[in-house]
């Protein structure tokens, strides 16, 4: 990478890339949004933040490639932020309304309608968002272009937003399928093309909260990080079959939730650490922001 990275946050002006964007910023980094609005980011309650005039938006398609190609030419590392908890297109507004009861009926399937069946309703499903729309970014990374910031002997960080496998049965088996889907296909296409210099890292967070962005995950992650740390004082293994639907309560009261700041912190420590490939766990995240393995702090580790 250069000496000021330059970085493309797919999904920039959403809740973990704004956070990605801010963390970049605060490096010195040369920070760029690509979201299919191009909108700056705005708080809940309308503002934008000091450390967003930093950031240059852009509107672009992730299922358009010619949209962003240039983008991702001029870009030293780029990160996929955009993905779906739900084919419910309505569950991400009720999270930032804090509509519990809204919520509550995408989770259950009230408001789903009919299902999936145009192309265009395919490409906003879980294959589409979760593993298409990175799919379609990495491509344009691997391809080369006269314009592209990438050189012969540098790597170029392609960070994927995945998931741990803690959230079965309540959200359907295609959510975390579709991520692992899409993790496979890219270190494939990473393998297939060495003289691209592609380093492909993967994030595995449980469930990201922020208790004044998004309220509506403070009393869940309080909830999962009590059985998370009970978990760890008693048994640590997984007692049920990998495949069943008690495997994934299991492991969702094992996995302890974590600050969405975190998380974007973690991203750019990967991305500045040259050596730092492949996929990065929940604990591990945790460990860095200054969290002991017994479910207590430390000091923060310098990052």
């Not at 309304?97 to 309608?113: E, F, K, Q």
């Not at 991520?179 to 449980?206: V, Y």
């Not at 998004?214 to 049920?240: C, D, Y």
């Not at 996995?255 to 990065?280: F, L, M, S, Y």
């Amino acid at each position: 990478m250069s000496a000021v990275p330059k970085l493309l946050v797919v999904g920039g002006n959403g809740f973990l890339g704004s956070a990605i964007c801010k963390a970049a910023v605060s490096r010195g980094w040369e920070v760029s949004s690509m979201s299919s609005s191009g909108k700056p980011y705005k708080t809940p309650a309308g503002h934008t933040p000091a450390w967003s005039q930093s950031v240059t938006y852009h509107a672009a398609s992730a299922f358009d490639p010619p949209s962003f190609s240039s983008l991702v030419a001029d870009s030293t590392a780029v990160v996929h932020t955009i993905g779906i908890l739900l084919e419910d297109a309505k569950y991400k507004q009720n999270i930032r309304d804090g509509n519990l009861l809204g919520l509550a009926r995408s989770l259950l399937g009230v408001d789903a309608g009919n299902p999936l069946k145009t192309a265009q309703d395919k490409l906003s499903g879980y294959e589409g968002m979760n593993r298409d729309s990175a799919l379609n970014i990495l491509d344009a990374m691997l391809s080369p272009t006269p314009s592209s910031s990438s050189s012969s002997s540098k790597t170029r960080p392609f960070v994927y937003i995945s998931a741990a496998d803690a959230f079965r049965p309540l959200i359907p088996s295609r959510y975390i399928e579709t991520k692992r889907q899409a993790e496979q296909e890219i270190t494939n296409r990473c393998l297939a093309s060495p003289e691209a210099h592609i380093r492909p890292l993967f994030m595995r967070p449980g469930l990201m909260y922020h208790p004044h962005i998004r309220p509506l995950s403070t009393l869940p992650a309080f909830l999962l990080s009590l059985t998370a740390t009970l978990a760890e004082h008693t048994s640590g293994s997984n007692p049920f079959a990998s495949k069943s639907a008690l495997a994934g309560a299991a492991e969702a009261m094992r996995t302890h939730p974590i600050h969405v700041d975190h998380v974007a912190e973690a991203v750019v420590r990967c991305i500045a650490d040259e050596n730092k490939e492949g996929v990065v766990e929940v604990n591990t995240m945790r460990e860095w922001a200054g969290f002991n393995g017994r479910g207590g702090r430390r000091e923060a580790a310098a990052l």
